[in-house]
Structure formats: structure tokens, C-alpha cells
């Protein structure tokens, strides 16, 4: 439960960080991040931040199979670690939490 609290308070704050960054900024994503590769020292954080999200895919895809869910399933959460980076992964944290408290109820019988 301490995990899903922690995942579900990053991915609030952080997407409301990201929405209103967004909002603000003067020039596209898309502009931003071709900016960011142009330099030696900026590429290597996104090439790091990328690998880092790589690690997380195949975790949540490792986790996914291991519950017996379908890849399309996973697939929202790919493409929002592929833009996002880290809401992708915090998102299935959440929901993957919801799931598994779900689980642990009991059943009442009839």
C-alpha cells in the first residue's frame, strides 16, 4: 500500500509538474528534446533518462507476462514511457496496486 501511495503522489505531482511546464513552454516537445541531443552534455542525460525508461519497459513488460496479462495491455504504459518517461512506469505502479489490493479482498458469501 506504501508503494502505491508513494507512485500515486509522484504521478499526481509530477503530471500536474509536466501539464503546466507544457503550458508555459514557448516552444514544442518535440523542438525541446532535439534541442536537448544537440549537446554533448544534455544528449548524455537523455540517453541515460532512456535507458532508464528501457530498464522500466521490460520490467512492467517481465511483470505483465507474469500476471498472465495480454501485451496490449502493457502497450499504453510503453507509450507513455516513450513520451513521458516516467509516467508510463508510475502509471502501471498505480494501477497495478489497485489490482492487486482487488485481489486481497475477500469475497463475501451469499
Known sequence: MA?????????????LYT?????????SLVAFGLELI????????????YLMAALACIWMA???RARGKSLVTLL????????FV????LLYLVV????RERQARPVPCR
Do not use: C, H, K
Open 96 to 99: 497495478r496496486g489497485f489490482g
Open 19 to 27: 501539464a503546466w511546464t507544457m503550458l508555459i513552454a514557448e516552444q
Open 76 to 83: 499504453p504504459y510503453l507509450l507513455l514511457t516513450a513520451v
Open 38 to 49: 544537440s549537446q554533448p552534455d544534455t544528449a548524455q542525460l537523455v540517453i541515460d533518462l
Open 62 to 64: 517481465d511483470d505483465n
Open 86 to 89: 516516467s509516467v508510463g512506469p
Open 3 to 15: 508503494l502505491r501511495l508513494i507512485a500515486l503522489s509522484a504521478l499526481v505531482l509530477f503530471s
